[in-house]
Every structure is written in structure tokens, then in C-alpha cells.
């Protein structure tokens, strides 16, 4: 089955405790990104990727780390967690690039709670 | 202001009324567009891209105006299936995703 998996799904952490969220496709797409979602402000893309080793910042990269070694994987790191990083977050990867109209398959999200 | 701007809602309409949604971008550059569907606490799921000819899909419709940077979504006959967050998306420039807050929709038997 196509898809996009994230793990985990839910996470409580406390203030500055580094933590990984994994994201994973099966799709063979080559752009993948990071989304937040909080109330009244809709999803805001934190990190993009176009392909291996080709990552950028989207409008919320402050507080959050990416890598893409593999095409597969695209985990979000938060060295230091805030609680004004508590969200929730969602992964998508696309075939290609949005501009050429490919549609975002997205993850089941990860809700991330930081006391 | 936000580059891409959508009235929150909410909508309440009863079963069978048609309901149209509108969202403005900022970006003159941008390059497509399209509209996804949230369900509570659920990932988006695309609901159908927006071309510049305007696009139909049953008893859905997107309309395209690149001079007055707006796009619209059209939705006749509403289900109570229909019931859900409609986000306006737009490629901000580049690779960049810009989404918009989402239209919250209520449809009533």
C-alpha cells in the first residue's frame, strides 16, 4: 500500500530533551516536507526537500532540523524543544515539486505536546 | 498580510444547497494551486487542483483568476459528507507550499 508513515504519533517531552520524528515513504517520490498545524494559522511548512541531499527552509525552520540522506526518509529533528513547539506535524512527499501540479500525499500527523 | 487568505467560516448550510468558497494569494509568481480537504484531526487529502481554464469534478468546481489572484470552490447539491475544513493551497514561489487557514464547513440534514 502506498503511503506515508510517521512515527510517533503522539509524543509528550519536556523543555530541551532532543527528539526525532520519522517520516518514511514508499512512494519513490522525490520531494518530501514538514508541516505544523496550529489553531488559526492552517499548516506552515517548516523544511522542504527536493531529492537527496537537497533540503531548504519553509516559512517555520527556526527550532527544527532535517536531513534526507535517503530518498525514503525524512526525519525532523528538534534539538531543544519549546513549548511554543507544541503542534501538530505533518509529513507529505510529492513525485515531484509542487509547481508541476503533483498532488502532496501526507502523513497521519504527529502530535507533539513540550511541558 | 497573509500570502494566501481564506474566510474561516464557519459555513452551515443545509443538505443540497450549493456553498462557494474563495481564497486570495499574495504572489503574483505562483504557479499552481489547488484545494485539500481536513477532516477533523485527519491528514489533508488533495479534493483537485485549480487550473487557469477552471475545472470541474462532479459536483465540485474551481475557478482560477490570476488578475485578481483569487481562487474559488464551488460545491453544489452539499452532502453531509461534505463536512469538513476546505484548504486553499498555493506554490508560493519556487518549491515553497503556502497554505491557507482552511474554511471550516458545516452541512446540516
Known sequence: ?115 | RKEVEQDPGPFNVPEGATVAFNCTYSNSASQSFFWYRQDCRKEPKLLMSVYSSGNEDGRFTAQLNRASQYISLLIRDSKLSDSATYLCVVNGGGFKTIFGAGTRLFVKA
Not at chain 1, 523543555?15 to 488559526?40: A, F, I
Not at chain 1, 515539486?97 to 505536546?113: D, I
Request: net charge positive; with cysteine; hydrophobic share 30%.
Open chain 1, 1 to 115: 500500500e502506498a503511503q506515508v508513515t510517521q512515527n510517533p504519533r503522539y509524543l509528550i517531552t519536556v523543555t530541551g530533551k532532543k527528539l526525532t520524528v520519522t517520516c518514511s515513504q514508499n512512494m519513490n517520490h522525490e520531494y518530501m516536507s514538514w508541516y505544523r498545524q496550529d489553531p488559526g494559522l492552517g499548516l506552515r511548512q517548516i523544511y522542504y526537500s527536493m531529492n537527496v541531499e537537497v533540503t531548504d527552509k519553509g516559512d517555520v525552520p527556526e527550532g527544527y532540523k532535517v536531513s534526507r540522506k535517503e530518498k525514503r526518509n525524512f526525519p525532523l529533528i528538534l534539538e531543544s524543544p519549546s513549548p511554543n513547539q507544541t503542534s501538530l506535524y505533518f509529513c507529505a512527499s510529492s513525485p515531484l515539486a509542487l509547481s508541476s501540479y503533483n498532488e502532496q500525499f501526507f502523513g497521519p500527523g504527529t502530535r507533539l505536546t513540550v511541558l
